[in-house]
């Protein structure tokens, strides 16, 4: 039973719903906490409306005592029953910003002095005057002792009235502060959670598509490295394993392709082949003629020596068939040490028959340098680089074909600099021993704007059934199989100049 995969659409399906909910879980709690808001507000104008009125029992009150008149004790009375309405209608929210012992004084303290101001109005009537006498003294004096007292019952209903005003203006502001606070948590931690959620999508689906475009843009280029990501999500494994599987099959193709364009070559050559052999068969046939003619006459010796240029000749000629068939032959890729001067002048022997009398071929490669390779495929390259070379001098030239080693402590950061410039393409570092490999010829060279292509498959100049754009990929496939890499440097009516740096084989 295969285990549990992950899937990334079911993380995002659960990041999503997971927003979701946390934003409707904020929505909501603000919505509760602005409701509560709104009525503590409601509940707030309640309170100044209980405020404002005790303000005006105490204004008529005070005009009572000055004027005495009946209309204004009237709405003095009035506002005081309206205050005891308000008192009753709101006690239980009262209760939660004063202690209820403070509501039960202000409610008495109110009854008391609706009492003592019934009992001012009726003593005390509009329109009575204070006459001279013993009489009229007490009668002040009992006056404003009643006076006192509803003074002393008002300015305690004011003192409450306002302390509980005060209160609920604090409760108010710290609610308000408090919401601030929980609206300034909640953007940042939508903030948070948004930077979060873009961090896990990061990881989840930005990461692996980057590694991914950077494994296509590695396969653009024609390097068939196996795509590898850090990810057990079900739909980047199936796309990597459909890359991978697409390389794959790729790399199969390609291998059809060099042999495809290896067997294409084949046609070119047998000029060059069949101009090879045309000497050793003249070598042979005139040997044969001589030796015949002279059978019975000649010493010997001389006919010992005649058949021994046969014998060298068929040689000559039966190692170049065999030179060819191993070139196009399909084999095994291994690895042998090969003479880099040898392979170099059987390879050229493939293209002599090829060259204009006006065009010289220059090898200039020391006997003692020797490369790790297969043959074939080592080959192949040559051939395509000197065969372009041959192709870009077209009438009247020179082609030149060097070689040296390299060794590491001899690189200097000047030599470094010049390989960084010409931006090697392949798998070496250019740091050890190496052999380097230059085939230079004096053509017109190629144009700045297409040399950073002319490695890219299927990119060619040439007309339309000329040119397959396959041999300079293939080229710095080869390259690339041994371990080694390629560079061009070109400059337009100067020439063409192909760098080849391969791991110099150990002594």
Do not use: W
Not at 235 to 244: C, D, G, M, Y
């Amino acid at each position: 039973m295969r285990g549990y995969q992950s899937s990334i659409r079911q993380k995002i399906t659960f990041v999503y719903y997971g927003t979701v909910a946390i934003v409707v879980g904020l929505s909501l709690f603000t919505f509760l906490e602005l409701r509560f808001l709104e009525k503590k507000i409601m509940f707030g104008e309640v309170i100044s409306e209980f405020f404002d009125t005790t303000l005006e029992v105490r204004r008529f009150e005070k005009n009572f005592f000055l004027y005495a008149k009946q209309d204004d004790y009237r709405e003095n009375a009035r506002y005081v029953e309206k205050a005891r309405e308000l008192l009753e209608k709101n006690l239980e929210g009262l209760c939660t910003i004063v202690q209820p012992e403070r509501i039960s004084s202000l409610s008495n303290a109110l009854a008391r002095y609706s009492d003592l101001m019934r009992e001012y109005a009726i003593a005390y009537p509009d329109e009575e005057r204070p006459t001279p006498g013993a009489g009229s003294a007490q009668r002040r004096i009992e006056k404003t002792i009643l006076e006192g007292k509803i003074r002393e019952a008002g300015k305690h209903i004011i003192t409450v009235a306002e302390e509980i005003s005060k209160t609920e203006r604090k409760s108010l502001q710290s609610i308000l502060y408090k919401s601030q606070r929980m609206l300034v948590l909640s953007i940042f931690s939508l903030s948070l959670l948004a930077l979060l959620i873009g961090q896990v999508l990061s990881r989840m689906v930005v990461r692996p598509l980057k590694s991914l475009e950077g494994s296509m843009r590695q396969i653009a280029e024609g390097r068939f490295e196996k795509v590898s990501i850090n990810s057990h999500d079900r739909e980047i494994v199936s796309l990597t394993t459909a890359f991978n599987k697409m390389l794959k099959e790729l790399e199969v193709r390609q291998r059809h392709l060099v042999q495809s364009e290896k067997l294409a070559s084949l046609g070119t050559l047998l000029s060059g082949v069949a101009h090879e052999l045309n000497n050793p068969l003249s070598n042979i046939s005139s040997s044969c003629q001589i030796l015949m003619e002279e059978l019975e006459e000649a010493d010997r010796e001389y006919k010992r020596e005649l058949l021994s240029q046969i014998d060298e000749q068929t040689d000559r000629a039966r190692n170049i068939v065999r030179s060819l068939l191993e070139f196009s032959r399909e084999k095994e890729f291994k690895k042998e040490t090969l003479p880099l001067k040898s392979l170099f002048e059987e390879t050229l022997r493939f293209v002599k028959g090829q060259v204009p009398t006006k065009i010289s071929v220059t090898l200039d490669i020391p006997e003692d340098i020797a490369i790790f390779a297969d043959k074939q495929r080592i080959q192949q390259a040559f051939l395509n680089l000197v065969k372009n070379a041959i192709e870009a001098v077209a009438d009247e030239g020179e082609v030149i074909i060097r070689a040296k080693k390299h060794r590491a402590v001899d690189k200097t950061e000047e030599t470094a600099e010049i390989f960084n410039h010409m931006k090697y393409r392949g798998k070496c570092t250019l740091e050890g021993d190496t052999v380097d490999i230059e085939i230079r010829d004096t053509g017109l060279g190629i144009p700045p704007e297409i040399l950073h292509r002319v490695f890219d498959p299927f990119f060619t100049t040439k007309d339309v059934g000329k040119g397959s754009g396959l041999g300079l990929f293939i080229v710095h496939e080869i390259i690339e199989e041994h371990d080694g890499c390629i560079a061009v440097e070109s400059e337009r009516g100067k020439g063409t100049t192909f760098f080849i740096s391969l791991p110099l084989k150990s002594e």
